[in-house]
């Protein structure tokens, strides 16, 4: 009996803290894109401000797309908290987790992996190129370090702190390549008509060069997936055994 009463109290105190971490994120991501979109403008009238044109708006900016579906994640995480299910292994899992499961696995977790990565190598190797000196007055660092550094300390939190179950590999890597080919389309219509790239990278390759590197983020963000899906099934093995052996 004492081991079961231990054992349920460990259980309550664990949920609150996953619930909790659905929270902060829900908080932390949804202030992060009202403030950024309500308040972070960048000027247009400088030559060197040419690149961040207005057509599109936020929505051109794959780490602000990024941040809406970190906040959505979250959310719908937070609502299966109190109305769906955390049990490792449903027999039924209702529509929330079954959503919540297919979202961090298709979307979640390869493309903040890929925004916080990028972002980062791209920064160290010459920050102009992906966030120059000049927006500083405008991008306040803690933004920056929300929607470029927490989005991948989260996710990883909650790779740990949340078991779910990965589709069908074929399905996951469907998902997440119509995000990105839908992306790499809009970019090229931003570029249509605004007349300039979404990002200052694109404005120094050379044709050839853009489809090697359009290709080479394509495979990255592709790879994240058996990436999330190795690490799920690496750090809750017991549990992917017993589901594979329920479907059976």
């Known amino acids: ?3 079961v009463r231990g054992n349920s109290v460990y259980q309550g ?3 609150a803290l996953r619930t909790l971490l659905h929270l902060t994120a829900v908080v932390q991501f949804g202030y992060g894109i009202y403030y950024d979109y309500n308040y972070v403008q960048f000027p247009t009238s400088e030559p060197e401000m040419r690149i961040h044109h207005p057509w599109g708006g936020k929505f051109k900016y794959l780490t602000f797309l990024d941040a809406i579906i970190q906040a959505l994640y979250y959310i719908v995480s ?4 109190f109305v769906g299910t955390n049990e490792l292994t449903p027999k039924k899992p209702p529509a929330v987790r079954r959503f919540k499961d297919w979202l961090m696995a298709t979307l ?3 493309v903040a992996i890929n925004v916080g990565v990028t972002f980062w190598t791209l920064y160290a190797i010459d920050r102009e190129l ?3 000196k000049v927006l500083d007055p405008v991008f306040p660092s803690w933004l920056n370090h929300v929607l470029h550094t ?3 300390v989260f996710i990883i939190l909650e790779l740990f702190i949340s078991y779910r179950s990965y589709p069908k590999r074929s399905q996951g890597l469907a998902g997440l390549a119509i995000f990105m080919g839908a992306y790499l389309v809009w970019i090229h219509v931003v570029k249509h008509y605004s007349g300039v790239w979404v990002y200052p990278v694109l404005e120094v390759l050379q044709l050839p060069q853009r489809i090697l590197f359009f290709a080479a983020v394509v495979g990255f ?3 994240l997936y058996l990436l999330g899906e190795f690490l ?3 750090v809750w093995a017991k549990e992917v055994k017993l589901a594979k052996r329920k479907s059976n």
């Open 130 to 132: 992906v966030f120059p």
């Open 78 to 81: 937070l609502v299966n908290d």
């Open 221 to 223: 963000t592709l790879s």
């Open 1 to 3: 009996m004492a081991s």
């Open 13 to 15: 105190v664990y949920g």
């Open 108 to 110: 979640a977790f390869p």
């Open 150 to 152: 927490n989005i991948v």
């Open 232 to 234: 799920n099934n690496t």
